[in-house]
């Protein structure tokens, strides 16, 4: 990649992790870690401004056939992207971006999506979740929500969404819809789960924490709580040169988010 951007997986891979020839110990490479994540922090925002789409070109060399190609056949589709912070939130945190700037402008959307939300505290309730701790990330929820609905603008919304507390609460809130969906079809959900993990174990370890990345198990559950519709546009190094999505769910119509998926990451893409 011609970016700058810190690559937790190379610095970890790297010979900077190993000293005097022999492997640095876990405690070095924790710190390792934690520089890199504090990088992130520095330099990049939660949430970015709009770019065009030929800014994703300059992130790769340009002898990066593979990858070119399939930006070019992006543009050809999308016109702008609006980057999140790689922190293991950025699914989450890219869709609710999109969604509340959708929801900015249409105001029967709106009405249903804050009756789901208004809610859905009860819903998490009777499934186990602690009923103290669920109303207060509810509460921040529904004010973030609410704030949509008066007259807003996406400069606004993305102000809200870049203070940290705030925008991790939401974040919070929709790891936690996202469980609830799984533990409510767990019959279902079971058969994407490998190892023998119980959905709720699953969720207790890979839903419900911070910065644990999303995978179609995720949006297919959050998607189904919501009932938004979304689409992913893969782009990996898959050989052919066209960029595939995915909607979730199948059936959901047209969608009402377009989020880019690059190995490990989501971005928001502008049609």
């Known amino acids: 990649r011609a970016s700058s951007e810190p690559n937790m997986a190379e610095a970890v891979s790297s010979g900077d992790a190993f000293q005097g020839g022999s492997q640095a110990t876990d405690e070095a490479i924790l710190d390792q870690v934690d520089q890199i994540f504090t990088e992130i922090a520095e330099t990049q925002p939660l949430v970015g401004k709009v770019e065009e789409m030929s800014a994703l070109g300059r992130e790769y060399v340009e002898t990066d056939e593979i990858y070119q190609e399939k930006i070019r056949h992006l543009c050809t589709k999308y016109t702008g992207i609006r980057r999140t912070r790689p922190d293991g939130n950025c699914f989450f945190r890219a869709f609710a971006f999109a969604y509340f700037e959708r929801l900015i402008n249409d105001s029967s959307d709106y009405e249903k999506f804050h009756g789901i939300a208004k809610e859905s505290k009860d819903r998490l309730v009777s499934l186990g979740f602690p009923a103290f701790t669920t109303e207060d990330f509810h509460e921040i929820f529904l004010e973030t929500v609410e704030k949509v609905g008066k007259p807003c603008t996406v400069d606004q919304l993305l102000e809200q969404l870049n203070e940290k507390d705030l925008s991790d609460s939401v974040i919070v809130y929709l790891r936690l819809l996202t469980s609830a969906r799984l533990r409510e079809n767990a019959a279902f959900f079971e058969n994407f789960i490998e190892g023998g993990v119980t959905v709720v174990d699953f969720c207790r370890c890979e839903v419900e924490p911070m910065a644990k990345e999303s995978d179609h198990i995720h949006i297919i559950a959050l998607s189904e709580f919501l009932g938004v519709c979304i ?35 989501y971005d928001v893409l502008y049609s």
């Open 231 to 265: 689409r992913i546009e893969y782009m990996d190094r898959g050989e052919g040169g066209v960029v595939n999505h995915h909607d979730f769910p199948e059936s959901g119509g047209p969608p009402h988010v377009v989020l880019l998926y690059r190995p490990g990451h």
